[in-house]
């Protein structure tokens, strides 16, 4: 089965604060696949800190249309600090309603373990 337009929202821990949203994807193919090349240094993935995260939320859209849609909505108006190429300078004045994206969280954190022992040798 493919997968579905999927965005996707990393959050990331500070010590004596509550997780912070960090940042904003999507994909079109596997999410284990994708948070892979960002936790691993792939060359045309943003590098992400995967010892800094604390969890993953996703969505699946029904149209990659929409994932596009939300996606460039979702950084505009979050402003997470680790989406740069996306944010605008200035603010939104379209309303887009995204309040029936179903965030999960994703729940395969022995996998992100797994990838914290090979790159901690």
């Known amino acids: 089965m493919k997968p579905k337009p999927t965005l996707y929202k990393i959050y990331y821990t500070c010590p004596n604060a509550p997780p912070f949203l960090a940042y904003i994807g999507r994909t079109k193919n596997d999410l284990t696949a994708r948070f892979r090349q960002h936790f691993t240094g792939h060359v045309l993935m943003k590098s992400l800190d995967i010892f800094g995260v604390s969890h993953i939320e996703y969505a699946e859209l029904k149209t990659t249309a929409d994932m596009y849609v939300a996606e460039i909505v979702l950084i505009n108006t979050l402003k997470p ?21 179903q965030w999960r969280v994703w ?13 901690k040798k």
Not at 81 to 101: E, I, R, Y
Not at 107 to 119: F, I, R
């Open 81 to 101: 600090p680790l989406n740069v190429d996306d944010k605008a300078q200035d603010g939104l004045t379209l309303t887009v309603d995204l309040s029936a994206l």
């Open 107 to 119: 729940d395969k954190p022995h996998l992100m373990e797994k990838w914290k022992e090979g790159l």
